[in-house]
């Protein structure tokens, strides 16, 4: 199951009996034109322009349909500078002479987006400004993408020196006998992967010094496969106690599970540092214009936010009813939801208006309190002031492997109404949050893992929790101030750091 976010790139079959199409000229022409940028792309000796070039690349190769799925296998795989590569450039892959630091290949879907992606990010920023402090940095740092397709949009709204970072960690030499590599995604991704995407580790199992899968589940359990692939691993990092014993009851060895919590950049995440985003002022999908924040003269509107992707795991419904259950136009409040769209359309106020009718809620009589959608690209660098223009984080989900937004209104000192299960039960406390009861488990009634088992989060509790943050804003401001102390202590990129260090040296060592 992915990360709060990520889809796979697994590509359709042709239906039968589809008429075969004549072949177009371009389908030679435009792979000629691709390995003759290939042959420049290699050629450059400027890491920047080497990078910008297969980034072009990449994403034509991913983007143009003439191109057949082998052949842009082939072409990408040359794309990216593995390290077995840059073993032949800096002196073959046997076994140094000399100790080095060791080198950290990190394999993740960085260009992509989603739940592993700015995990992924969380930690490089973190040991890059770590190592950066040291006089004689302990590890040394390499990155690739892997694991997703690529989102231009996304890689353009990264801060300028996230992108800068990304260019340099990607030109970092390694021999591979002397490499740790994090295979950051999930298990369906590493070698051999299950679908169509950069293998973790590229050569297999046996040229790296180590292999590290980095992963998580929201459920109850991993399937088998899964938990197979995890025993081909040195060693998983699971980022909850939660996971730890999931994993284990589910067959990954317990010598190999380590619990490597996430950091969160409390630094970008600052609400002293950011104004806040003046959010959408079109008509709501559901109910009145007039509990828009920025409409009325004076008028201060109580803001919920809510960000995920269109799922039932999400609980999305649990949100919508309980909302809608609980208040009016009268009460003053907005709920808005940073959504896109999973394995569906674009179409959420139909979508939100269908659910009201087919949960027979009843309109009240001064109308329903409104609901915003926020389905276009926000920028990464614009978030923390998404986050500041909202009084209340909210999130009933069914399952998380971490909750990445949760932890970022924390950061942002914003009381925080989640699920008292799975990964959010690794901070979050009464004294920094409100965590929401859970009614029961039930199954997963649909797709790859259909059968496990999740939470049912508790609608009439929600309903009290959100009345309770609005009613009392004193209790809710002194939670928040707690929760931004309690993910400074315990999850800040130099606490994590440290942590990832620890355990980078630990497996490094144990197999020289």
């Known amino acids: 199951m992915d990360s709060e976010g990520s889809t796979s790139s697994r590509q359709p079959e042709q239906p039968a009996g589809t008429p ?44 143009h349909r003439l191109l057949s799925p082998g052949l842009r296998r082939q072409v990408l795989r040359l794309l990216s500078p593995a390290p077995w590569k840059r073993d032949r450039s800096v002196g073959g892959t046997g076994r140094p002479t000399s100790p080095r630091p060791p080198c950290v290949l990190w394999m993740a879907p960085f260009l992509s987006g989603g739940g592993y992606s700015s995990e992924a990010w969380s930690y490089i920023t973190a040991l890059d400004r770590s190592m950066g402090e040291e006089e004689d ?103 909850t106690g939660f996971h730890v014993s999931t994993f284990v009851a589910s067959g990954v060895d317990p010598s190999k599970v380590v619990k490597v919590v996430q950091p969160v950049d409390v630094g970008f995440f600052d609400p002293s540092k950011y104004k806040p985003l003046a959010l959408p002022a079109e008509m709501p999908v559901l109910g009145s214009v007039l509990g828009n924040p920025n409409v009325g003269p004076g008028r201060k509107v109580f803001v919920f936010l809510s960000i995920f992707k269109w799922e039932r795991r999400k609980g999305w419904d649990v949100l919508l009813a309980s909302y809608l259950r609980e208040f009016t136009t009268a009460d003053g409040v907005a709920l808005y939801l940073l959504t896109n769209p999973y394995h569906t359309d674009k179409d959420f106020g139909n979508k939100i208006s269908k659910f009201a009718q087919d949960a027979k809620l009843e309109e009240p009589g001064d109308g329903w309190a ?33 909750g990445r937004p949760v932890v970022e209104a924390m950061a942002m000192e914003l009381p925080v109404i989640v699920t008292n299960w799975s990964g ?50 004193e209790e809710a401001e002194r939670r928040a101030a707690r929760a931004r102390e309690d993910m400074i202590q315990r999850f800040s990129p130099a606490v994590v750091a440290r942590i990832v260090v620890d355990q980078i040296l630990k497996v490094s060592k144990a197999h020289q």
Request: one cysteine or more; charged letters at 20%; a negative charge.
């Open 137 to 239: 940095p302990p590890i040394r740092l390499a990155l690739e993408q892997h694991g997703d397709l690529e989102n231009w949009e996304f890689w353009e709204g990264l801060p300028e020196g996230d992108r800068e970072l990304a260019i340099r960690l990607h030109g970092t030499e390694c021999r591979l006998a002397e490499t740790v590599v994090v295979c950051h995604s999930e298990p369906g991704a590493w070698y051999p992967p299950l679908f169509e995407t950069l293998p973790c580790p590229l050569t297999g199992y046996a040229a790296p010094l180590a292999v590290v899968g980095r992963t998580m589940f929201e459920t109850d359990r991993l399937n088998p496969e899964h938990a197979r692939r995890c025993n081909r691993m040195d060693a998983v990092w699971v980022p």
């Open 20 to 63: 075969q199409r004549k072949p177009s000229p371009l389908r030679f022409l435009v792979p000629a034109a691709l390995v003759l940028l290939l042959a420049v792309a290699v050629a450059v000796t400027s890491p920047s322009t080497r990078h910008n070039l297969r980034l072009s690349l990449r994403s034509s190769l991913f983007s």
């Open 424 to 473: 959010p039960t690794e901070y979050l406390t009464e004294e920094n949050g409100y965590p929401l009861p859970v009614d029961r488990m039930s199954k997963v009634p649909e797709g790859p893992f259909k059968g496990h088992l999740w939470a049912e989060p508790s609608v009439e509790q929600l309903r009290a929790l959100m009345r309770r943050v609005v009613s009392n804003p």
């Open 370 to 402: 409104p609901v915003y959608v926020i389905d276009s690209h926000i920028a990464q660098a614009d978030l923390p002031r998404l986050y500041k223009a909202a009084d209340a984080f909210v999130l009933p989900s069914r399952g998380e492997g971490w």
